[in-house]
């Protein structure tokens, strides 16, 4: 006795047989027909297990940013303290920036002190 193979619709008209071309409409049919199929062979799950796992999921993403959070501020404090201690002296002996609001005169020299207050001439040459 001699075995018969079936061949499936898709092989027969498909991809896999170049002399017969499948229609592009006919392909998107048939390909939503499949996957329909496949969608009803799934088991899905129960109403309790979807809130079960969401609810693992929850409280894994909320311990993981605890932990990160944590584990950020640990470090930044950290590298903070080394900092600190690495340059006292230079981080206290900072004095801020404050500019002068004072409009330029408008010779084009600019009037600058040095360190200890002293009025010091200084000529700008503007670029051309």
């Known amino acids: 006795m001699q075995k018969t193979a079936i061949i499936p619709t898709l092989a027969r008209n498909g991809p896999f047989n170049k002399d017969y071309p499948m229609n592009p409409i006919a392909k998107t049919f048939d390909y939503f027909r499949s996957a329909r199929a496949e969608l009803e062979k799934v088991t899905w799950p129960s109403r309790q297990e979807i809130i079960r796992y969401t609810a693992l999921v929850i409280g894994a993403s909320a311990i993981l940013a605890g932990f990160f959070a944590a584990l950020d501020y640990g470090l930044s404090t950290g590298v903070n303290e080394l900092v600190k201690r690495r340059a006292p002296s ?19 020299d600019i009037e600058a002190v040095d360190a200890s207050g002293n009025p010091v001439d200084v000529q700008v040459t503007p670029i051309q």
Not at 91 to 97: E, R, Y
């Open 90 to 108: 230079a981080i206290q002996n900072t004095v801020p920036v404050v500019p002068d609001l004072q409009p330029t005169p408008a010779s084009g």
